[in-house]
């Protein structure tokens, strides 16, 4: 027969360690509990619908864990190639950036950032921590597309270029123009677009970007909330 004590590790297994996402005393509890259960295919279901109930919530919570990951990845990607790709231009096509250029950098680089500090605050089990990370990281993507469209704003003429201060907000007690040049120094001027792809100005495709880039951390916050509330 099945025996309690199967049942009990079945139902209160201990996953410490995983190996390619499979706790090893999970992996040989469901072997010797399938081999005993082939054994006596007429008796103890109501053990084997035990079991089911109690191992099925954890498969499914990794699952969920697992898709979490690849969102925030997917944030952290897209913050870092969308910083990455206005260096190449910066440097490569001498495109300069603008005040409201850099803090837009700052913000992906933030945004990138506590991304990764979510992902490595689930995987060491602190969660309380991803209480602080993901105001920050919502407030970083809105930021991101409220500078883009006030850029956007002064290029048609509907705000005046004074709006856009010379330096940027953070530059008196963090320079970070000091410190990183290369990345948040502002040459260019705010409203004086040159620059076009396909006919568009540059501005109107990281509008697009950044708003693209703040939906998916709305859609990664709703399904944090979700899961966090299972």
């Not at 506590?114 to 921590?129: C, H, P, T, V």
């Not at 993901?134 to 004074?162: C, K, Q, R, Y």
């Not at 998916?216 to 709703?222: C, K, P």
Request: glycine content about 8%; aromatic content about 14%.
């Amino acid at each position: 027969m099945l025996s309690p004590e199967l049942l009990c590790a079945a139902i209160y297994p201990a996953p410490k360690r995983a190996l390619n996402g499979i706790c090893p005393q999970r992996y040989t509890v469901v072997c010797s509990f399938s081999q005993e259960l082939l054994a006596h295919p007429t008796g103890n279901w109501y053990i084997a619908m035990l079991y089911v109930l109690a191992w099925l919530p954890s498969e499914i919570a990794m699952t969920r864990q697992k898709s979490m990951v690849a969102l925030l990845s997917s944030v952290a990607f897209a913050c870092f190639a969308m910083l990455g790709g206005a260096l190449l231009m910066q440097h490569l096509l001498a495109w300069e950036p603008c005040t409201l250029c850099v803090q837009i950098r700052l913000w992906l680089l933030l945004g990138g950032v506590l991304s990764l500090l979510i992902i490595a605050a689930e995987g060491i089990g602190q969660r309380w921590l991803t209480l602080f990370f993901w105001p920050l990281l919502l407030a970083a993507g809105f930021m991101a597309m409220f500078d883009n469209g006030h850029l956007v704003l002064i290029e048609t003429g509907i705000l005046e270029s004074f709006s856009c201060s010379p330096f940027p907000f953070y530059s008196f007690y963090l320079p970070l123009h000091e410190y990183l040049p290369a990345v948040f120094m502002s040459a260019g001027v705010c409203g004086q677009n040159d620059y076009a792809i396909l006919g568009l100005p540059f501005t109107n495709w990281t509008l697009l970007s950044v708003t693209l880039l703040f939906g998916l951390i709305l859609f990664a916050a709703w399904r944090a909330v979700g899961q966090s509330g299972k």
